[in-house]
């Protein structure tokens, strides 16, 4: 057992527990319960254990586990848990949220009817001050960066990243300025997002130093990403955490429009020497097993771009959509 959260509700602690292991068979995970009147215990361990489980590969959600209880301001109760999508381990561990009741007896579980598979109302004043409930919420942000504020967007960081990477980035007249490190995706240290999109595209107009080389990925390691780079004379296929390297082709220098499509797993890339007139480079990678199960880490299959080398690299106007 593990992650145990405790609260006091009325004359009982509460703690719920991760069991199973979120790695193994997709019904292996889940929540369980136990409460005692004492903090030291002894613990009770409730009787509508588990709390919550995937019960059959079937289902949308797999490997359900790590609740948390959490109260609304209308004082209704929901867990908020996690669980890999079915066909989709690549976007790693999604936060999902479930609706709970207090038993007559004074346990709580998940109540009756509830199916993550489905939509569920909204809690209670979850809009913004000034939002409406009628109004609706607005939801995430844009991944999309033009890079004209001198600040970094919300949704960037650094993989494997550490306070020296303060000193690796500025912005000049609308470009992220990316200070090269190593030799490639691996060791660079790539800038990424968390998405959650089944199907998505992106672009980015990359301009590098003459000693630098430098792509456009979709990253989950060191060990595993997929996407296309180049340098002064190579263009550089990127899969399975290696290298294809081939010839610049004529007339694309050092700078580059890279277009990457990840169409549920098939990743397609496409180049540029005007941003207009597009060459599909001429292999794809298949990345559906680019996850934990493969390579461990818990982490999730992110649009990524990365700087190597020597020297500096410039991106601009990067563009990310969702598709159908």
């Known amino acids: ?8 509700g009325g004359d009982y602690y509460y703690m719920g527990l991760a069991e199973g292991g979120t790695a193994g068979p997709p019904t292996g995970h889940m929540i369980v319960a136990a409460r005692s009147k004492t903090i030291e215990g002894p613990w009770e361990n409730s009787p509508y254990n588990p709390i919550m489980r995937t019960q059959s590969h079937e289902e949308r959600w797999w490997s359900k586990g790590h609740g948390t209880l959490v109260e609304d301001r209308a004082g209704k109760w929901w867990m908020v848990y996690h669980a890999y999508e079915n066909g989709y381990y690549t976007l790693g561990r999604q936060a999902l949220l479930e609706p709970v009741e207090w038993t007559a ?3 709580f579980r998940i109540a009756p009817g509830s199916d993550p598979a489905r939509p569920i109302a909204k809690p209670s004043g979850s809009c913004p001050a000034g939002g409406g409930e009628r109004q609706g919420c607005p939801h995430g942000f844009a991944f999309s960066d033009d890079f004209s504020t001198p600040k970094m967007g919300v949704q960037w960081s650094f993989y494997a990243g550490d306070e020296n990477d303060r ?3 500025r912005y000049e007249t609308g470009a ?10 691996a060791d660079s240290s790539p800038l990424w997002f968390v998405n959650g999109d089944h199907a998505y595209e992106m672009e980015v107009e990359v301009d590098a130093d003459p000693n ?5 990925l979709v990253f989950y390691s060191r060990k595993l990403y997929a996407g296309l780079g180049f340098s002064s004379r190579n263009l550089r296929m990127h899969l399975y955490g290696m290298d294809r390297t081939s010839a610049k082709p004529a007339g694309l220098g050092q700078q580059v429009w890279l277009r990457l499509r990840n169409d549920r ?18 292999r794809g990678v298949e990345v559906s097993g680019y996850h934990h ?11 990524a771009l990365y700087a190597s080398g020597e020297g500096e690299v410039r991106f601009r106007n990067f563009k990310y959509r969702a598709l159908p």
């Open 105 to 107: 007896d004074g346990w």
């Open 176 to 185: 992220l300025v990316l200070e090269a490190r190593g030799t490639g995706p």
């Open 1 to 8: 057992r593990e992650a145990q959260k405790t609260l006091r």
């Open 265 to 282: 797993h098939i990743v397609t890339v496409d180049y540029s020497a005007d941003g207009k007139t597009w060459q599909r480079y001429d």
């Open 293 to 303: 199960n493969v390579a461990y880490d818990f982490l999730s299959l992110r649009p």
């Open 212 to 216: 630098a080389s430098a792509g456009l």
């Open 167 to 169: 000193a690796r980035y």
